[in-house]
């Protein structure tokens, strides 16, 4: 019984979870499609709402990201993150 109310917690902090990497992510995902807008409008021509788009939105996000994990490396290597 034991085991069993310990998977149902486990369980419920789930959405949790996820509402919370949402909120996090939400910003930087946000920037991510205002860069792909700016350069859909003078480039790209996506049907947005379409699997294109998605992905020049994902690829775009990882690539935002790391750019920001590779500025402020040093900081976390050397224990500077503030």
């Given at each position: ?25 939400l910003?930087?995902?946000?920037l ?27 690829g ?23």
């Open positions: 019984m034991q085991r069993l109310t310990n998977w149902l917690k486990t369980l419920s902090a789930i959405p949790l979870a996820l509402g919370v990497i949402f909120l996090v992510l910003p930087s995902i946000l991510s499609m205002l860069v792909v807008g700016v350069f859909d409008l003078l480039f790209l021509e996506l049907a947005w709402m379409s699997w294109k788009a998605f992905w020049w939105v994902l775009t996000w990882f690539v935002l990201a790391l750019i920001m994990l590779a500025n402020s490396s040093d900081k976390i290597l050397f224990g500077l993150w503030r």
